[in-house]
């Protein structure tokens, strides 16, 4: 008998059944991540194991492709020579390790209020125009995804310099995270300790646009004439891609473009190490030289740490675009979903007035806030709304005051009648208690597991997210107890409360919010700045920015209560999204036990809003540019703010008389 031909194959053959294997797995995984997202919290789960397991299959495969291969801190010193031999002085801070904070900056000398401790050029900066000016600039011109996802075409670039060795920026992106806390990087495991936030929806949602843009980006290197010629395309795996988009969303910025007309993303190194604190936006673009400039929001004694303020934004939003949690948050909120059902009686009605104030009749995000004023006044309106009886309603619709009645309605201080405006706070009540509930039965033993040395830190900050979601619903069920007694205290046929107790009448949230949910959520200050979508080829986004609406639908993340067969509450991702695949862009600081952890420093994200003729553009470190990040990752959105031209030629941001974020 004659031997079988046991010919091996040559590494180009090998190499060539692998590209091909690996197509495989990439268009099974675009079948799944280009469908609807299921409405269900258990759909979500079993699609994203789903596209979990194929992405496994991706990673085994392209295991010995190593983006890292040596540690972070062998770069510092060179890093520390780049910036200074660019023009950034060091007089007055220096890189520190702060313990499982990871690096920050830390004064060297003491530093005064207001005194600029950080100033970085614009040549240091890798911003969109340098994209387009370099060997990815044809692709990014011709592809419809990159033409319009300036975010998406970044993170190619930085992973293009990344891999090429000799880029200008080599020593700072060496000296970059090589991993991050973010929800991208959890596994199910980790992930499962989200569940019960509306977080874990849009965390589910990131992974499923970020595979879907790997998967659409593979294949592109592999047919398209202008892609397969970069040499990004050789080494264009899964682990690096995802690196490169959580750099992007982490630590993206906007600054002015190099004519002025407009914005565009930027990384800004040296600057983005600085870790976040609560206090107010303090650093700025000099049109006059050219660069960002920081300054002290108080004195700094020399040794401590340096802290910017990130923006206005819920730990949500946070932990999705930066990869912490921040204790005590203020600017804290919890994303629900209301609607009115169409079994309801008076559904026609009730949604003709919802469309009069522009909200939608399925299902609207709304956002409790940990304030004295935990409800905006688009929640006191849709509740005035859903609350209200036939008589009211045709009153409103068909009455002579039906103008009046309309503006009052999101006017706080003014009443539908004692009776209706006693049952949208029993009503409210009633719903966050149930919330609260279900948040207390999955954190019971919360203290144990964040003291616990087997539990990895992506769970520890789930957990601490729950407990951060617990106290703005604690804030807002103490509020509404103590709001109930005023109301009780009212005449029967009151229309006003009374002016001494009376509310001050502050904007529409989704004015008052705009930051809050402008990418992810209905209002995203956080979440919510737009960003473009990627993952439908042509409507995809990174993973920061929400701006429009939740992806695919209204997804209902853990938890739906019907009411009263007329309206739906769930616990729902307040992030919305530009299109499909956004996600804003932030930093990546964290908070352990009450102390900022930037394990993975991430930079702030700005908020920019162009005023006067002024020479400074404020810069918010919370820059979620929802609409910019979004498209980097989740297709829903994320938040992304634009920075703020000042007025006063010397300051970037500060107290009363500065501008705060935009």
Not at 27 to 41: D, K, R, Y
Not at 262 to 268: D, K, Q, R, S, V
Not at 359 to 370: E, G, L, P, V
Not at 489 to 517: C, F, H, Q, W
Request: aromatic share 8%; charged share 25%.
């Amino acid at each position: 008998m004659g031997r079988r031909n046991r010919r091996k194959h040559t590494p180009d053959e090998v190499a060539k059944a692998e590209r091909k294997e690996l197509l495989s797995i990439c268009n099974h995984i675009l079948e799944v991540a280009t469908g609807p997202t299921p409405q269900t919290a258990a759909k979500q789960w079993e699609e994203f194991l789903e596209i979990h397991n194929q992405l496994k299959k991706i990673q085994t495969k392209q295991q010995n492709d190593h983006l890292f291969t040596t540690s972070r801190s062998e770069h510092l010193e060179g890093f520390t020579n780049w910036v200074k031999e660019n023009g950034v002085s060091m007089d007055k801070v220096r890189v520190a390790e702060y313990g499982d904070e990871g690096y920050g900056m830390e004064a060297s000398e003491d530093i005064k209020a207001d005194e600029i401790f950080l100033s970085i050029p614009r040549k240091l900066m890798m911003t969109d125009e340098e994209v387009r000016a370099s060997e990815l600039g044809p692709l990014v011109k011709s592809d419809r995804i990159l033409s319009t996802m300036p975010h998406v075409a970044l993170a190619l670039f930085l992973l293009g310099e990344k891999l090429s060795g000799t880029s200008f920026w080599q020593p700072y992106i060496d000296f970059l995270p090589q991993s991050y806390s973010l929800p991208l990087y959890y596994g199910p495991e980790e992930l499962e300790y989200l569940k019960g936030s509306p977080t874990l929806a849009e965390a589910l949602k990131q992974h499923k646009n970020i595979a879907r843009q790997y998967a659409y980006f593979y294949k592109l290197f592999q047919h398209n004439s202008t892609a397969s010629k970069l040499a990004l395309r050789e080494h264009f795996t899964y682990n690096a891609y995802r690196w490169a988009v959580c750099t992007i969303m982490s630590r993206q910025n906007q600054i002015p473009n190099s004519t002025g007309s407009g914005l565009i993303t930027a990384l800004i190194p040296k600057w983005d190490m600085c870790n976040h604190a609560s206090g107010t936006i303090t650093t700025g673009y000099n049109f006059n030289s050219a660069s960002s400039e920081s300054q002290a929001e108080r004195d700094f004694k020399a040794g401590q740490q340096l802290n910017i303020f990130y923006g206005a934004r819920p730990n949500s939003h946070f932990l999705l675009y930066s990869g912490f949690v921040y204790s005590d948050n203020k600017h804290d909120t919890l994303a629900i979903q209301l609607g009115v059902s169409k079994n309801d009686r008076l559904y026609a009605m009730k949604v003709q007035i919802l469309a009069m104030l522009r909200m939608a009749d399925q299902s609207q995000t709304f956002f409790i806030r940990k304030t004295s004023e935990p409800v905006a006044p688009d929640l006191w309106a849709f509740l005035r709304v859903f609350s209200m009886d036939e008589e009211q309603l045709k009153a409103l619709l068909l009455g002579p005051n039906s103008r009046e009645l309309l503006q009052n309605l999101t006017r706080p201080n003014c009443l539908v009648s004692k009776e209706n405006e006693m049952k949208v706070w029993s009503y409210l009540e009633v719903r966050l208690r149930l919330l609260l509930q279900q948040y207390k039965a999955g954190t019971k033993d919360a203290c144990e597991q964040l003291a616990s040395e087997e539990l990895s830190y992506n769970a520890k900050l789930g957990i601490r997210l729950h407990q951060s979601e617990m106290e703005v619903l604690e804030n807002a069920i103490d509020q509404i107890t103590a709001q109930k007694l005023v109301i009780e205290d009212l005449a029967k046929d009151a229309l006003y409360y009374r002016t001494e107790g009376a509310i001050t009448e502050p904007p529409l949230a989704s004015e008052e919010n705009s930051d809050v949910n402008t990418g992810s959520r209905n209002s995203r200050e956080y979440d919510s700045e737009e960003t473009p979508d990627l993952s439908d080829e042509g409507s995809s986004m990174l993973v920061n920015g929400t701006t429009n609406g939740l992806d695919d639908g209204h997804p209902m993340t853990n938890g739906s209560i019907l009411s009263d067969s007329e309206s739906t509450l769930t616990i729902g991702s307040d992030m919305s999204q530009a299109t499909q695949d956004a996600s804003p862009m932030t930093n990546g600081t964290k908070l352990i036990d009450g102390a900022l952890d930037n394990r993975e420093e991430s930079s702030p994200v700005k908020t920019t809003e162009l005023t006067d003729n002024s020479t400074n553009f404020s810069l918010d470190q919370n820059h979620n540019t929802d609409e910019t990040m979004a498209a980097l990752a989740a297709s829903d959105e994320s938040p992304q703010k634009v920075a703020v031209l000042m007025k006063k030629e010397n300051h970037i941001n500060g107290s009363s008389e500065k501008t705060v974020e935009g």
